[in-house]
């Protein structure tokens, strides 16, 4: 014998699941058609015998701490070991398109409720369930053509695009070939010629190894420029004139340093004329006041 697997404990479950939610929908109908949903003393026993229904089926049971008889349906009266196997073995022989008769319930097949129980059923909700749930339409041929032209035109725009990039490569390539071939041709007027300043330019066209720069896949490197080229000369700062002397702060008046003077008093002619400072003018007269004699 086969033992059970997880699919067959499943669909076990899945009955189980079925029965019981069809079992307490029966009871919500049943007791709403006898009017004692409000009234749960009149529906429940004190023993262990389940419900006492006023309308039941041909099974009677007595209770052990009375002599009184009451009616039970068979789903109770029934062994939980029995209603367990009957559960897992529950088939439906009825079609998916119609409404099971009374006799055609899976409940009353299997013998868990009378017939009479089964005409309060509600109609069955059946409820498919998909493992993979893939949302599928139909298109028309307006739409599919429609996305054939947008798939054609995306295509060529790939394929015109990969075409300029292979065209702009090829381009680079022939410029880059131009100007190698070029290089080529100058270098051997390069090597014999000298610059101004007396360096050959030949040593440096050429790779540790000795073979041309050029063979090498390297350019000719010019010989190095003079520091004193690339600097400009250093401009005096000329002094500023003495009309605009009086508006400078006094830390940048142009005053003659004590040093300045004993350069002038022991220095050439030559120096005493160009380290010697004019005097600064007098200060201006303060305004208001007239310097003028009558």
Do not use: W
Not at 44 to 73: K, V
Request: hydrophobic share 30%.
């Amino acid at each position: 014998m086969r033992r059970p697997d997880n699919l067959d404990r499943a669909r076990a479950a899945c009955a189980t699941q079925e029965v019981v939610d069809q079992f307490y929908t029966l009871l919500d109908g049943t007791l709403e058609a006898l009017g004692l949903k409000d009234k749960p003393s009149q529906i429940y026993n004190c023993d262990e015998t389940g419900f006492a229904m006023e309308r039941g089926p041909d099974t009677s049971t007595t209770s052990p701490g009375s002599s009184t008889t009451s009616s039970i349906p068979l789903a109770a009266a029934q062994p939980s070991t029995s209603s367990t196997t009957s559960t897992t073995t529950c088939t439906c022989t009825c079609s998916l398109h119609r409404q099971p008769t009374p006799e055609e319930h899976p409940l009353v097949a299997e013998g868990l409720i009378p017939r009479d129980l089964a005409a309060l059923l509600p109609p069955i909700q059946r409820r498919p369930v998909r493992r993979l749930p893939v949302a599928a339409r139909v298109i028309t041929a307006s739409e599919y053509e429609h996305q054939y032209l947008k798939t054609v035109e995306k295509e060529r725009a790939g394929n015109a695009e990969r075409q300029r990039r292979a065209a702009l490569k090829r381009q680079r390539e022939m410029e880059r070939a131009a100007v190698e071939e070029t290089i080529e041709a100058v270098i051997p007027d390069v090597g014999t010629t000298t610059s101004d300043s007396g360096n050959t330019i030949s040593p440096s066209l050429c790779d540790s190894s000795g073979a041309p720069a050029a063979e090498a896949g390297h350019l000719p490197v010019p010989p190095p420029i003079p520091s004193a080229i690339l600097q400009p000369p250093a401009t005096p700062s000329a002094a500023p004139p003495a009309c605009r002397q009086r508006f400078q702060p006094p830390a940048r008046r142009t005053h003659p340093t004590p040093s300045a003077l004993s350069d002038t008093t022991t220095g050439p002619a030559s120096s005493n004329a160009s380290t010697t400072t004019p005097p600064p003018p007098p200060p201006p007269p303060p305004r208001g006041k007239s310097t003028s004699r009558p």
